[in-house]
């Protein structure tokens, strides 16, 4: 599963792509009120590179890991009511910082005599800085696309892995290990 997740965070062309099937999501232009004029700001060409998977034995918890490139300003801010040539430069872009990772953690169920996995939660590392003082007079717009980002991952990617066909996909592909500890089927986990 961790080997074919791809997600892409960008205004226009949002999607998660797992075990060969996409999802195109919209993730939201946010209007604040600049010092003069209102400001857009979206998200743009964020790309995730790796993706791994692990098993946490204190919890029983499986954990997808995404990590995401940096290049650039991942948040882009612009000035619709700006002159033109001002109109990209008023409004200061964000940043993610540091260690750009999504921790999707997941459940084992029983499905179809096998086991398979469910979306609970999705966690962000990183930090979102706006360039400038304004970051100052606005840590509630850093706040709102930190959650946008977070609920859009974690939305999209409780829609595609808790779909009957991927939870299908996923207990074909656990039989083999199901039958390795001498199981005919697997009816809890």
């Not at 961790?2 to 226009?12: A, G, N, V």
């Not at 940096?70 to 001002?86: A, M, Q, V, W």
């Not at 009957?164 to 996923?170: A, L, Q, R, T, V």
């Amino acid at each position: 599963v961790s080997r074919t997740l791809k997600i892409t965070l960008d205004r226009d062309n949002a999607s998660i792509s797992l075990m060969g099937k996409t999802r195109k999501f919209k993730v939201p232009e946010k209007e604040v009120q600049g010092p003069a004029r209102k400001w857009k700001y979206f998200i743009k060409d964020v790309n995730s590179f790796k993706s791994w998977s692990t098993f946490e034995k204190t919890t029983n918890k499986f954990y997808l890991f995404v990590e995401f490139e940096g290049n650039g300003s991942e948040i882009k801010g612009t000035c619709p009511g700006c002159l033109k040539r001002f109109r990209d430069r008023r409004a200061p872009d964000f940043n993610w910082e540091g260690k750009r990772i999504a921790k999707i953690q997941l459940s084992p169920i029983a499905y179809e005599n096998s086991v398979a996995f469910e979306v609970d939660k999705v966690e962000l590392t990183g930090k979102f800085d706006l360039n400038g003082p304004a970051q100052y007079f606005l840590p509630s717009l850093v706040k709102f696309f930190e959650n946008k980002i977070k609920d859009g991952i974690e939305k999209q990617a409780r829609i595609i892995l808790n779909s009957s066909e991927n939870k299908k996909i996923m207990a074909e592909g656990m039989r083999g290990t199901v039958e390795l500890y001498g199981l005919r089927s697997v009816s809890t986990v």
